[in-house]
């Protein structure tokens, strides 16, 4: 029968197995921040578990505790248990080391994608009437400027699409443009990537500037046709807005 | 006519010790203002041209920054504890009970130290403020001068209140005790004024409203209703009740890690338990509270919403995220070790119940964690196609933050009902029935709080807002108010098959409950942060902007450490005032280690008591750290 010890390790490399291996059969590989923080809550899970009671913790911790206090160790335990002394530091340090060590690789990236729009966009109201000459004129100027990059199907996958990083975004996903309001689109297709504060990295978005291009009517009826064409509500605090 | 000098030195001496400590605190402070009353007195003049003042070294914002923060903490406790101090009470006048007076009591004694020292910390921020912030008390101050008044004669009040109360307690026990239970309300409901009071002066400040023509006490009375107010003040009474379950937990905690005899262990691994479950208490009604809160952020102004929630401080609530889930694993845990070690043999029974529910709460937490915008480095990145994962980003989303939320807090609720039902059996008819029924009811009602979280990704945000997320609220609300009841029923006629026995937890058990506090104490100054940062550069938003050197967001990091030193500087601060309060308890103390051969083995008890058959190893661990 397995221990407590054991079974956690078993669980623990499961769990990795799975996020490193298994889920990017199905979809994009995982972050290693985010698989860090899925295998220290296994490993929470794990310790909250073997700590529970006098007899799980004795079944968890005391082979720990007996191995490290060396009892009654003779041989290959003893070996053992100055190996894990001498190694387990060394890997610390190495750790440490690798963390610390110069490197060429860029920094982990931490851009915020959707930041607060300027003070003058706040509250703006689109002033075209949400019928269907609107949304029909928005889509015709969406499949003119927009699908090249967006997507026909507002899915992000255009024929432009696979030269940006960041891509453009996907406005089907329910986190795009469903947890905006109008006058925030309204600002993004306005002012473009060099209209984006610092925390969103101006530098790293190609979105076009389209006041140049654009009057805004145009801008307001693309929205309109956006929505419409991704099957998505702009967020509204009233319902009848 | 005898003069100050003629007085005898004895009488002075006399008058001094029998003043109390408060007035003594308060006394002390105003001496010390004293010369800066003069100098703000003498300096009139420049003061009217002059916008800000820093102090050197540390600089003007972080100074307010900690002193703020350490008056807000101190604040929550003051105003938290008397709220379940009376409560308990209460129950301990209608049971007959003196365990829970007594209790009430210890609570109240926490207070009155506290109280001071808040007090104190409130003058230190007002002068701060004004001699810092000229301009903008002015500001203030011309808007809101009549709640000031309101103010000062609640504080009159409350102090009044606290002074009989806590000198009145054991003179008004018998045919007076439903007089000091009504002085204790009267106490609360002074407490709740004054934190609603200042609360608006603070929440003008983030959400300011037009103020039209008329007297001054109408013009401070339409300041005062701006759109955050209320969010605000539901949500830091709720979360006073947190903080101060919590670190009355805590306390409980550190007593218990250090009983010497059995009735202190058994006492403070109670008033533990009763901490932890006022904390859990307050927990659960707390993330609605805030929903609410950042919903009126939200409409009031959707760039502070989106700074918040989706801008530059959309980290702190993966942080915030984190420490709750610490809090929500805390409880639990400590309420599970309460099953195996109160409750002897029981530990197998529910093993498996335990198991699931530590599942359930931590694949929620995984949930709850997983940021929308993601951390990764250029490589990762590009493979995900951006920072937005396409399956797991939907996690990062409000519609399943809420979801798992409601579980979460289920969960919570029937880890209390499990504990609540442990070592007893049901004698009832219908109890087979009623436990059906309840448990039909637990999945109908986790299910549907999952399809509503489900069918929020393809409604527009007001219907999830308006209705889904309401519904999941009201659907756990629900079960909370029909399983309280029904188990309470349940219980009535059951009998005991295994008597629950104190004094018996772990260390860990102490230590868990210190953890709980100081995550609680951290999450009141992250998220003060946030709600203070999301104004950006303004004082007050939109109205008066921030011209001083201060005026721009700090980095997240720096952000943090200061944080971490406003928890450490308050923990220090509590303990202090802790000691302060217990030190007449070193008398019963000494009394108590006489009585030290009644402990099992002869030894002094670690928390958890002596080492038994069982505990071994916990007492083992403990001997090889010594």
């Not at chain 2, 830091?236 to 009355?248: E, H």
């Not at chain 2, 009841?485 to 098959?497: C, F, I, Q, R, V």
Request: charged share 15%; aromatic share 14%; net charge positive.
């Amino acid at each position: 029968m397995r221990g407590p010890i054991t079974s956690g390790a078993i669980l623990l490399a499961g769990v990795f197995v799975f996020l490193k291996f298994i889920l990017p059969l199905f979809t994009a590989p995982l972050p290693a921040s985010l698989i860090y923080l899925y295998m220290t809550l296994a490993f929470s899970g794990i310790m909250l578990y073997g700590t529970m009671s006098a007899s799980s913790l004795e079944s968890l911790m005391g082979p720990v505790f007996r191995f490290l206090s060396g009892e009654g160790q003779s041989g290959t335990g003893k070996l053992a248990r100055l190996a894990v002394l001498v190694l387990f530091p060394l890997l610390v340090g190495w750790q440490t080391y690798t963390s610390l060590a110069p490197s060429d690789l860029p920094p982990g990236e931490n851009r915020t994608i959707h930041p607060a729009p300027p003070g003058e966009f706040v509250g703006l109201a689109n002033p075209y009437q949400n019928n269907e000459a609107n949304i029909n004129m928005g889509k015709g100027l969406y499949a003119a400027y927009c699908s090249p990059c967006h997507g026909a199907n507002y899915d992000g996958k255009g024929p432009a699409a696979k030269g940006f990083n960041p891509p453009p975004a996907n406005f089907a996903d329910p986190g795009t443009i469903a947890q905006l309001q109008e006058s925030y689109l309204f600002w993004r297709i306005k002012k473009g990537g060099v209209g984006l504060p610092v925390e969103a990295m101006p530098w790293k978005s190609a979105m076009p500037r389209w006041e140049v291009e654009l009057p805004d009517e145009f801008i307001w009826k693309i929205i309109m046709g956006e929505y419409d064409g991704a099957h998505q509500s702009p967020r509204t605090w009233e319902e009848d807005d | 006519m005898k003069s100050a000098n003629q007085i005898p030195q004895s009488n002075v001496k006399n008058f001094l010790e029998k003043m109390p400590t408060l007035f003594k605190w308060v006394s002390f402070l105003s001496v010390l203002l004293l010369p800066v009353i003069a100098m703000a007195a003498g300096a009139e003049t420049k003061a009217m041209s002059v916008e800000y003042r820093d102090v050197p070294g540390i600089g003007s914002r972080n100074l307010v920054w900690i002193v703020a923060q350490q008056h807000l903490l101190l604040a929550g406790f003051v105003l938290g504890v008397p709220i379940f101090g009376w409560v308990c009470e209460l129950v301990g006048w209608k049971t007959k009970e003196a365990r829970y007076d007594k209790l009430a009591k210890e609570f109240t004694k926490l207070l009155t130290s506290a109280y001071a020292t808040t007090a104190l910390f409130g003058g230190i921020l007002l002068f701060l403020l004004i001699g810092l912030y000229p301009k903008l008390m002015a500001y203030l101050t011309d808007m809101f001068f009549p709640s000031f008044l309101v103010y000062c004669l609640l504080f009159l009040a409350e102090t009044a209140t606290l002074y009989m109360y806590w000198y009145g307690w054991d003179y008004m026990q018998g045919n007076k005790k439903a007089f000091h239970l009504f002085l204790g309300f009267l106490l609360n409901l002074f407490a709740i004024g004054i934190m609603i009071v200042p609360n608006s002066w603070a929440t003008f400040q983030a959400s300011p409203v037009v103020v039209g023509d008329g007297d001054a006490w109408t013009r401070a009375w339409m300041a005062m209703q701006n759109p955050t107010w209320w969010p605000v003040n539901i949500h830091r009474l709720i979360a006073n009740v947190v903080l101060g379950g919590f670190i009355v937990g805590a306390y409980a905690g550190i007593r218990y890690l250090l009983a010497v005899s059995r009735e202190e262990r058994e006492h403070y691994d109670w008033m533990g338990y009763v901490g932890n479950f006022i904390g859990v208490f307050g927990m659960l009604p707390l993330p609605f509270a805030g929903y609410w809160l950042m919903r009126e952020v939200y409409q009031y102004n959707q760039q502070m919403g989106i700074t918040l929630m989706g801008g530059f401080l959309a980290w702190l609530f993966i942080l915030q995220a984190m420490l709750i889930g610490v809090l929500f694993l805390g409880a639990n845990y400590y309420f599970w070790m309460g099953i195996t070690y109160r409750i002897p043999g029981s530990e197998n029974s529910y093993k498996k119940p335990i198991m699931a529910m530590l599942v359930v709460l931590l694949l929620c937490l995984g949930v709850w964690m997983t940021p929308h915008t993601l951390v990764a480095s250029l490589a990762e990145a590009q493979k995900m196609g951006g920072t937005h994962h396409p399956l797991l980003g939907v996690f990062g989303v409000m519609s399943a933050k809420m979801t798992v939320a409601n579980i979460m807090i289920l969960v919570t609720f029937m880890s209390f009902i499990m504990y609540w039902r442990a070592g007893k059996q049901e004698t009832a008819g219908w109890a087979k029935a009623a436990k059906a029924i309840m448990n039909g009811l637990l999945a109908i009602a986790a299910v549907a709080v999952i399809v509503l979280g489900v069918w929020g990704y393809f409604v527009p945000a007001i219907i999830r807002i308006n209705y889904f997320s309401v519904a999941q609220v009201l659907i756990v609300g629900f079960i909370m108010v029909t399983f309280t009841p029904l188990t309470a029923l349940l219980l009535k006629s059951a009998k005991t098959t295994t008597e629950m026995v104190w004094g018996k937890m772990p260390i860990r058990a102490g230590y868990c409950l210190v953890l709980n506090a100081v995550m609680v104490i951290l999450l009141m100054s992250l998220m003060g942060y946030a709600r203070s940062s999301s104004r950006v550069h303004w004082h007050i938003y939109g109205v008066m902007r921030d011209t001083s050197e201060y005026a721009f967001s700090p980095a997240l990091g720096y952000a943090a450490a200061f944080m971490s030193l406003n928890t450490f500087v308050y923990c220090l601060l509590v303990a202090f005032i802790f000691w302060v309060a217990t030190l007449g308890d070193k008398a019963k103390a000494q009394q108590a280690k006489a009585s030290m051969s009644d402990v099992p083995g002869g030894t002094p008890a670690m928390a958890g008591g002596a080492p038994s058959s069982g505990e071994k190893l916990e007492s083992g661990i403990l001997e090889n750290h010594k």
